[in-house]
């Protein structure tokens, strides 16, 4: 694959995440985080076709069954059963949290980080776009006031992860392998059980509404 | 052989309560699997005391420090195990947990004890993470065990802030790879295998990562600013559940932010890390202090103790010298003591019902034992003399007041304010006057024993250090 389409699909990975950070409706917020992850699950496939490496593709074909299709599916299910139409709010407002991104993104691409950004020189700016995707995957964490956003940040944030791994050159590890397969079930079992459980007892999944545990 | 022991005599404990419905039986098999892992802990412990590492495959290892972990890890595994049985019980009748919960409990502390033995006796870092990420997982259903708004909220919280930090620190871990690149090593890597490369690590990005690291595992470990979930997650597991993850899992996560540390002193030299690891610690110092003074729970009470002895651990390794011996045996003296002052919360709330200081008063009138066993645990916790970590603390300050005499001043004040904080609400528990009439009842020995066996421990340890644990702390600070 060429550079220029993996810049492309980055791309696609960065936009995603931002989406995730205007949109107000959950459905929509689901399907995006699929998108990513198809973005992500080719990008992958790119270094299989470069290294040939089975348990790669192993890797690639369980992000795609359980990120691309299985996740997706369940938090569709989730928002229909429960009629979460729309996502709770946000701690920052609209343009602040614009604003934000733009001072992360910026951060991301600032000399404070070339020493990240140039492990591999020639994908220097892939690199900075991933780092940046990091750090926007945090503040969709941090901003976000339903546990579905909240998840959605968390499950955004392993995508940026693995696709900084990917342009780094690290991605042939098999034990790093291991570590994204491991994180993606971990994830998934807490996003369907603890989700659930948290809409049983709230009756929303506005995580502002939990309140009693202060000092 | 040891560690094969260890694993499969959990998984089949956790099995057992996972698919039996005897009670006695689940019970019992927990005990036997927990005395299995303190017995194979031992001889363990023993092989690295007399070879100095326990290397069984290229997938495990186990150095001083992790075979001092390893027997921490047995002990209070052990003791919690057997005070989980007799606490569960008085739960169960009060009607507060049924038989499925208690099935679930015991599979899941099984489950927990035997990943926080992999990460520490794991030899490859992704390995190490992978337990630590799966701590996370059992632990965060053991929080939510009560099942009500708040233990979810607690649990939420610690899954959220935890996943936060963990991918911070898999991203730091990733990039620690790097060093191998230049050598094109992309097998099994291993500690040893960062280690050898360390020199390869670019020095700036040598930097980064090890604050990915710090921040990522320091979540786990409780430092501040990442420590909220902490205070939330200890106050709202069951007693027994809190006193694992005080006593034990922090230290665990702390000891791979030493590995990490140990790699990047040779890529950078130690000045960075140092630095680091004593504004954390400062920061979780100062901040446990303010708030242990004005706690209102005594439970969260015991998790911003917590929080204040994982900084002046920190502290220890950031003053290096002789603050890393104090620091090692901080370590332990808080496994042992803490755990056994979660254990002693747990029979208060067996008693009393509630976790707030104010509905606590004359628990020497009511639950005497318990109540001399929490003042016990209180005056050994804030390092009151004949207690080990008075001389831990002395140590780590007296390593600090030449190079960091401000910051060390400033942490003797603090460790006052704590003391007088803590005596504040421990006393008004132990001796205040009770507003109204709670009967006085026999106290169960299965309540009883567990914390006073880990108190008699740390008491030990504080005026007898035996030789194995000397030549463990030894290599520990060679290494570390």
Not at chain 1, 99 to 114: C, P, Q, Y
Not at chain 2, 403 to 415: D, G, Q, R
Not at chain 2, 422 to 439: C, D, P
């Amino acid at each position: 694959m060429s550079i220029s389409l993996l810049q492309f699909l980055l791309g696609i990975v960065f936009l995603t995440i931002i989406f995730l950070h205007l949109t107000r409706k959950n459905f929509g917020a689901v399907v995006v985080y699929g998108i990513q992850s198809l973005a992500i699950t080719v990008i992958l496939f790119n270094s299989f076709l470069e290294t040939k490496s089975l348990f790669l593709l192993f890797v690639i074909l369980t992000i795609l069954i359980v990120k691309v299709i299985l996740a997706p599916v369940f938090f569709i299910r989730l928002i229909k059963n429960h009629e979460l139409t729309f996502s709770a709010s946000t701690y920052l407002n609209m343009p602040l949290t614009l604003i934000v991104l733009a001072v992360f993104t910026a951060f991301a691409h600032s000399d404070k980080f070339l020493p990240l950004t140039n492990i591999v020189f020639a994908h220097h700016a892939l690199l900075a776009l991933s780092l940046s995707a990091i750090f926007i995957s945090l503040i969709l964490i941090v901003n976000r006031k339903s546990a579905l956003s909240q998840a959605l940040g968390v499950l955004s944030l392993e995508n940026s992860i693995v696709a900084f791994a990917v342009f780094a050159g690290l991605e042939q590890s098999p034990m790093l392998q291991i570590g994204i397969l491991f994180d993606i079930f971990s994830w998934i079992i807490i996003a369907t059980v603890f989700i659930s459980m948290i809409y049983r007892h709230f009756g929303s999944l506005d995580t502002s509404l939990m309140k009693s545990l202060k000092d | 052989m040891e560690l094969l022991i260890i694993f499969s005599s959990l998984f089949i404990a956790s099995l057992i309560a996972l698919i039996s419905k005897r009670r006695a039986l689940i019970e019992t098999v927990s005990v036997i699997a927990s005395l299995v892992v303190f017995g194979a802990s031992t001889v363990i412990a023993s092989k690295v005391v007399s070879a100095g590492e326990y290397l069984p495959n290229v997938y495990f290892s186990v150095d001083s420090l992790g075979a001092l972990l390893l027997l921490i890890i047995s002990c209070v595994g052990l003791a919690v195990t057997v005070y989980s049985i007799a606490y569960l019980r008085k739960e169960s009748a009060k009607g507060v947990v049924g038989l499925t919960r208690i099935r679930q409990y015991f599979a899941l502390l099984n489950l927990f004890v035997a990943v926080m033995v992999l990460a520490v006796s794991s030899s490859s870092p992704i390995l190490a993470w992978i337990s630590i990420e799966a701590t996370t997982l059992s632990t965060a259903f053991l929080i939510s065990f009560y099942n009500k708004p708040s233990a979810m909220e607690a649990a939420w919280k610690y899954l959220i802030i935890n996943s936060i930090g963990l991918l911070l620190a898999f991203f730091g871990t990733l990039l620690y790879f790097t060093s191998l690149q230049t050598v094109g090593e992309t097998g099994f890597t291993t500690w040893g295998n960062l280690l050898s490369n360390a020199t390869y690590l670019d020095p700036a990005v040598a930097k980064i990562v090890f604050i990915f690291v710090l921040i990522g595992y320091g979540t786990k470990v409780g430092l501040v600013p990442m420590h909220t979930w902490l205070p939330d997650a200890h106050s709202k597991a069951p007693a027994p559940i809190s006193a694992l993850l005080s006593g034990v899992l922090l230290n665990v996560a702390f000891i791979i932010v030493l590995r990490f540390k140990a790699i990047t002193d040779l890529a950078i030299g130690p000045d960075f890390s140092q630095k680091l690891l004593i504004i954390f610690g400062l920061f979780s110092v100062l901040v446990a202090a303010l708030i242990i003074f004005t706690q209102k729970n005594y439970k969260r009470l015991l998790a911003y103790s917590s929080i204040e002895n994982m900084g002046i651990t920190a502290l220890g390794f950031g003053f290096g010298g002789v603050g890393i011996f104090a620091a090692v045996l901080h370590l332990i003296y808080h496994s042992l003591v803490k755990s056994a002052l979660f254990l002693t919360a747990g029979n208060i709330f067996l008693k009393y019902g509630s976790t707030k200081i104010a509905k606590i008063r004359g628990a020497i009138g009511v639950i005497p034992v318990t109540a001399i066993l929490f003042l016990v645990g209180f005056f050994a916790i804030t390092g009151a003399p004949p207690f080990g970590i008075f001389l831990t603390k002395l140590l780590i300050f007296s390593a600090g007041i030449t190079l960091h005499p401000v910051i060390t001043i400033l942490m003797i004040l603090l460790t006052a304010l704590v003391f007088v904080g803590f005596f504040r609400h421990a006393q008004a528990m132990v001796f205040g006057k009770a507003e109204g009439e709670i009967k006085k009842e026999s106290e169960s020995f299965w309540l009883i024993l567990p914390p006073l066996s880990l108190l008699v421990l740390a008491f030990y340890f504080s005026v007898y250090q035996p030789p194995f644990l000397q030549i463990l702390i030894d290599n520990v600070i060679s290494h570390y």
